[in-house]
């Protein structure tokens, strides 16, 4: 203890002694990490030497999908996830193989606030549609991931008994990144899963911001799922969401609830009235259900085959895909533009100078927007 008493701060309260009494006792600084390796505070996490799996090649990537080989889907899948651009280029390829064998499974997207019970649902409805003979993926775009580091839809165990089912998959959100990175990669996972043989997806996000409006650009069919009595601003429920919707889902109709639950459907139902419905030659509609009991599980599966019959006969629904492709090229255009602008040596030595000179008023950000793309052209004065 003899370092420990080098370490007693400048001021100490007048009774303290020379240890005992003394409550907050000031250590020597850490020299080994909180878990016992050796170095700081900023070491490199040590790695045990990996078993490095041989890398597939595309046609093992291409042809493992196609025979719903889940290892090899699963690897799939994280290619598509990683960053390197080696990965990124082997992804494409292996994207543009698998997809003619796409694009025929309906893809439903679910929002709602963290609680209203959409792993429950999902887990439910899944279940019934694997005995069904459905083979279904689930997907979530988690934008707490890309924020916090943290993810509110991966953080516990969800939907225990549906991951042990053989016709289902679920892949939890990919980290990291802006939400657009995020979306980029559960659209091309979307893909690999339809390749792989999944027929339904659905694509799961906590309803928050920006998250919705992108699930929504990816699906045919969105959800909103609800809980009785919550309050409507804790439910973040905006007209603005209720437009994006083809279908409001109640949840928890069981036990004393079930009164409750049965009202705030019929308000909605009222309310969706005078709304603009998100989909041409769709009514949005109200369901109650419960995930716990299974009551309305039927009905709600019921009311997305009849939305796509609906969508499918009208020449929505092909539309809407044809539409969602071109939005996301311009959208992918658009990052990559904006990457490519940020990253240029120009642009990055001289934008604190000239946001400098915004902030203390001597440029108008018109000219301060021109003079970054004359050097990003290379040719400002
Ligand atoms: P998520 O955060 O939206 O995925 O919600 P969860 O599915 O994790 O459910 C949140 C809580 O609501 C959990 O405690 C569930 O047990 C409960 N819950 C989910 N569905 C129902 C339901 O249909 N009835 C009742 N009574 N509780 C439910």
Not at 258 to 270: G, I, M, Q, T
Request: with cysteine.
């Amino acid at each position: 203890m003899k370092e420990d008493k080098l370490n007693r701060p400048e001021w100490v309260p007048e009774q303290a002694g020379e240890s005992e009494g003394f409550t907050t006792n000031v250590m020597s600084g850490i020299k080994s990490r909180h878990d016992g390796m050796p170095g700081g505070h900023s070491a490199t996490v040590l790695h045990r030497p990996a078993t490095r799996r041989p890398e597939l090649s595309i046609d093992e990537y291409v042809d493992g999908v196609l025979s719903g080989n889940r290892a090899v889907l699963a690897r799939a899948i994280t290619l598509v996830e990683s960053n390197a651009d080696r990965h990124q280029d082997l992804a494409q390829e292996m994207l543009t193989r698998l997809l003619p064998y796409a694009g025929s499974a309906i893809r439903v997207g679910i929002t709602g606030v963290p609680g209203a019970g959409k792993s429950s649902i999902i887990e439910t409805l899944g279940l019934k549609l694997c005995d069904m003979g459905h083979r279904l993926a689930v997907l979530a775009v988690d934008p707490s991931s890309s924020v916090t580091g943290g993810s509110v839809l991966g953080d516990k165990t969800r939907m225990e008994m549906l991951s042990r089912n053989k016709s289902a998959f679920i892949r939890p959100s990919p980290s990291g990144g802006v939400l657009g990175g995020v979306a980029r990669k559960s659209r091309e996972t979307m893909i690999v899963c339809e390749a792989a043989g999944f027929d339904v997806i659905i694509v799961e996000t906590v309803g928050v911001g920006q998250s919705e409006i992108t699930v929504r650009s990816m699906v045919d069919m969105f959800l909103l799922l609800q809980i009785a009595g919550a309050g409507d601003e804790l439910q973040g429920i905006k007209k603005g969401v209720m437009e994006r919707c083809d279908l409001i889902v109640v949840n928890k109709a069981d036990g004393d609830n079930l009164l409750r639950a049965n009202a705030a459907r019929a308000d909605y139902e009222r309310i969706l009235h005078y709304l603009q419905p998100s989909t041409e030659g769709w009514v949005t509609k109200a369901l109650a259900c419960s995930a716990y009991t299974g009551d309305g599980i039927d009905e709600l599966w019921a009311t997305i085959e009849d939305f796509r019959k609906n969508a499918t006969a009208s020449g929505v629904f092909n539309r809407r895909r044809q539409q969602q492709n071109l939005d996301w090229v311009h959208n992918l255009v658009n990052e990559y533009m904006r990457r490519t602008f940020y990253s240029n040596p120009n642009v990055r030595i001289n934008l604190p100078i000239l946001q400098n000179l915004v902030t203390s008023g001597k440029l108008s950000p018109t000219a301060a927007a021109k003079q970054l793309f004359s050097y990003y052209e290379g040719h400002a004065e």
